[in-house]
């Protein structure tokens, strides 16, 4: 058994369903930001334009996966489905968030996002250790095998 699936069966057997309400309001929050980011693309295009270490990448391609992977990701981790790899793809994200842009404006600075940021982080880590709960799609989907839809062979 490899790593990963020592995790997942872990963190399956360790989950008590209260930690379920967080992982849903954890995908609302990254929805919601998605949803912001749609709205303020052009700073967020700007701001990635900007970064000294981001500059050589195309700046709209990296707005649009953020807005993409908040949109998506956020979704898939409220509803369950897929919690561990939406979780990996919206770390990055995080870290570059905390990494060039909440700690440039300061620790200690009033309506700073930084520690916001990092708790997301914080959240995003630990559901990729301990997946999506028993309040979930991927579990209604390994607990009734027999109510997936089948291709049919017509003919």
């Known amino acids: 058994m490899n790593f990963v699936q020592r995790m997942e069966k872990w963190g399956d057997a360790h989950h008590p369903t209260w930690i379920d309400f967080i992982r849903i309001i954890l995908g609302v929050i990254l929805t919601v930001k998605g949803v912001q980011f749609i709205n303020n693309m052009e700073p967020l295009t ?3 334009a900007n970064s000294q270490f981001l500059g050589s990448l195309s700046a709209g391609l990296l ?49 700073s996002e930084l520690w916001f940021s990092v ?3 914080i959240l995003l880590v630990f559901f990729v250790v301990e997946g999506s709960g028993k309040i979930s799609i991927d579990e209604w989907m390994r607990t009734h095998p027999d109510e997936r839809p089948h291709k049919h062979k017509w003919g």
Request: with cysteine; hydrophobic share 65%.
């Open 46 to 48: 700007e701001l990635i």
């Open 63 to 111: 707005a649009h996966y953020v807005v993409f992977a908040h949109l998506v990701g956020g979704l898939l981790v409220a509803f369950g489905l897929l919690t561990r790899l939406a979780c990996l793809v919206q770390i990055p994200i995080l870290l570059g968030a905390i990494i060039f842009v909440n700690i440039s404006g300061g620790i200690l600075q009033p309506h």
């Open 119 to 121: 708790l997301l982080l």
